[in-house]
């Protein structure tokens, strides 16, 4: 194992974000993938700009609301101590990423920190982790441990061969 990389929401921090109403609030079907809906939109539409605030404010309030996932203290602190590489790789905005860090992470080290508002494709695409392996870690992604609670989290992982 020469490094991890972490999913957010449900992994790292307790799941409050209810994907089901997010997907009523933007009129998609639940089979619908929200990120992908909101990149279809053309950018500075308005159709986008709605559907980029509806996800933002959901994001805000789970935000404000966050809580650790059990575990997370002892098992930062054990990687910590083996010098093992953290990353963070997550569908999310990067405000709530920041919001982790600043105020929850205790002074853990997540680098690099990687939201949709950084890269596209995002998960369930592999290059996000690639790239994560090969240019800022220069390691093979065959020893890197993508923790998720997802299946794009798993699909990631299984493309880019972590």
Known sequence: LAAVVFDMDGTLTEPLL??????RRLNLSPA???VH???SLPLGSPARTLA?????????DAMVNMTLARGFHPLMSALS???VPKAILTRNNLDPVT?????????????PTISRDCVQPTKPHPD?????ARNVWQVDPAHV???GDGVDDVACAKAAGA
């Open 99 to 111: 919001h982790l860090l600043t105020h929850h992470a205790n002074g853990y080290t997540f680098h």
């Open 37 to 39: 809906h909101l990149h």
């Open 145 to 147: 441990l993508m923790v």
């Open 32 to 34: 619908d993938d929200i």
């Open 52 to 60: 980029d605030q509806i996800v933002r404010d959901m994001e805000h």
């Open 18 to 23: 209810d994907f089901a109403l997010m997907k």
């Open 81 to 83: 101590r083996l010098n």
């Open 128 to 132: 996000p982790l690639l790239h994560i």
